[in-house]
């Protein structure tokens, strides 16, 4: 469950520090976690860095997948 944090009725010092605007709720073995949602976009930033992959080359095989069509 994702709730947006303005619906929650958390104590001041802890809202503070909370940088997402949404919660994941997640049942675990003791209770229940807050979890930050965080911007997928943001969070796969970097991911293939190092590799060989680009948004360029990514580009190169959609066209190709599209040519073959």
Known sequence: ???QVKQL???PEIA???KSER???VRVKNG???REVKDPIKR???YFK???FTSQRYMELKAKEKRLE
């Open 1 to 3: 469950m994702i709730l």
């Open 9 to 11: 009725n958390l104590p």
């Open 16 to 18: 503070k520090e909370i």
């Open 23 to 25: 919660l994941e709720i």
């Open 32 to 34: 229940f976690l807050l």
């Open 44 to 46: 796969a930033k970097g």
């Open 50 to 52: 190092g590799s060989k």
